[in-house]
């Protein structure tokens, strides 16, 4: 089954909107990492959050880890156009170093 | 220094045919994972290979499939008597280190499979 899984599945917002997506996963893990991929197109890494930490930002991408509930969110702020894409969740388990992946979020900017 | 290379990156193939897909990590990264997406889904995993061992094969089918990267040369997967489910993007991603030091993995552009 999978470990992480992403809510919404969909998600169509204006440019200029903040885009939140929602990833939940199952068993302990070592960091939990965010991937956009583009359609067609091969994955392009985003960022990585560590199980110790708890927010990490990145320009306009802002990603919180909550190891209580096992979830984790990315935050999209001032979306733009381009921002159009699916987005992934993955974890790495404690003793693993394969990425499980969700189902990801599919994101539509309109300008 | 470039990126993971993937071919080719397209490939056609009529059933029962093989399908042979190949994977350049990045220069310096001897560990290699490869991934199989479906149409609207998510990645997931099939094998984790380092140069010459095969370190977790958990996500490959028990048949037709197999995996190898050897000491010299990319790393090869390969398909035998491939079927129409196997049509999916394959995709190849490589890292420097692995375990407590885990380091990001970086992903090639994959490889679209099409079983006619």
């Known amino acids: 089954s999978q470990q992480g899984e992403e809510d919404p599945q969909a998600l169509s917002i204006q440019e200029g909107e903040n885009a939140t997506m929602n990833c939940s996963y199952k068993?302990?893990?070592?960091?939990l990492q965010w991937y956009r991929q583009n359609s067609g197109r091969g994955l392009v890494h985003l960022i990585l959050?560590?199980?110790?930490?708890r927010e990490k930002h990145s320009g306009r991408l802002r990603v919180t880890l909550d190891t209580s509930k096992k979830s984790s969110s990315l935050l999209i702020t001032a979306s733009r156009a381009a921002d159009t894409a699916s987005y992934f969740c993955a974890t790495v388990r404690a003793a693993g170093n394969k990425l499980t992946f969700g189902g990801g979020t599919r994101v539509l900017v309109k300008p | 220094n470039a990126g993971v290379m993937q071919n080719p990156r397209h490939l056609v193939r009529r059933r029962g045919q093989e399908a042979r897909l190949r994977c350049s990590p990045m220069?310096?990264?001897?560990?290699v994972y490869w991934y199989r997406q479906l149409p609207e889904e998510g990645l997931k995993f099939m094998v984790y290979l380092q140069k010459e061992n095969i370190i977790d094969e958990s996500g490959m089918p028990k048949e037709r499939f197999s995996a190898e990267f050897p000491k010299e040369g990319p790393s090869i997967l390969r398909i035998q008597q491939v079927v129409r489910g196997d049509s999916a993007a394959y995709f190849c991603?490589?890292?420097?280190?692995?375990?407590?030091?885990?380091?990001?993995?970086?992903f090639g552009p994959g490889t679209r499979l099409t079983v006619l």
């Open positions: 991603a490589s890292s420097l280190t692995s375990g407590r030091d885990y380091n990001e993995q970086f």
């Open positions: 220069k310096g990264h001897s560990h």
């Open positions: 068993t302990s893990i070592n960091n």
């Open positions: 959050i560590r199980s110790n930490e």
